[in-house]
């Protein structure tokens, strides 16, 4: 045998091979009744092909070397598949915390630039509304009549109820029906939707 076995394989098959040999030396216990019953061949084996029988049971029992290998480092493996999960989701924190700062970043920009528009439009507004109010009556009928509704409306809102009911006054029912539809939906206290 050129293999080396395991010196606990090694045993027991040495062990099986002395119990294989003290019953083949024995031979069959010789009773009345043994006497009666033909008599078997008695075994003939070399020790050699005892061992071949004998080990492969033996091995089944205890586990190999690679189940042990294994069952020896899988607490090792799992708490390093374990690191390196963290280290991952360490990872992807630190990504995400820089798209917060990114987006916060970009938030406090975008409402810097909302309250810009939103006093450019109102000094624009004032602008446009002084500029209507000025108008004379025919002329502003003409060209809000032409205008988007929404904005019209609000024109005509902001300007002095004399004024606004004078420019109504000089545009067509179609037209002057659908701004004061929208400018009374639009002063209601509750959503009109």
């Known amino acids: 045998m050129g293999n080396k076995l395991n010196p606990t394989i090694q045993r027991n098959a040495l062990a099986a091979t002395a119990l294989a040999i003290v019953l083949i030396g024995a031979g069959p216990a010789r009773t ?29 029992a205890e586990p190999s070397e690679v189940e042990r290998f294994c ?4 607490d090792a493996a799992r708490d390093r598949r374990y690191a390196l999960q963290a280290e991952e989701l360490k990872k992807l924190q630190a990504e995400v915390d820089k798209r917060i700062a990114l987006l916060e ?12 528009r939103e006093v450019f ?31 019209a409306s609000a024109i005509l809102m902001k300007l002095d109820a004399r004024k ?15 701004l004061t539809r929208i400018m009374a939906s639009a002063s209601r206290r509750e959503d009109p939707s």
């Open 105 to 116: 970043e970009r938030k406090t920009e975008y409402e810097t630039w909302l309250k810009r």
């Open 71 to 74: 069952s020896n480092i899988a």
């Open 32 to 60: 009345e009744s043994a006497s009666l019953e033909p008599q078997a061949a008695p075994i003939q084996a070399s020790p050699a092909q005892i061992i071949e029988r004998e080990v492969p049971a033996v091995a089944a």
């Open 164 to 178: 606004s009911s004078v420019i109504l006054n000089e545009m067509e029912s179609k037209s002057a029906a659908e």
């Open 121 to 151: 439009l109102a000094r624009a507004e004032e602008g446009v509304v002084q500029i209507y109010s000025r108008m004379k009556p025919d002329a502003a009928a003409e060209r809000l009549a032409v205008m988007n509704v929404d904005l």
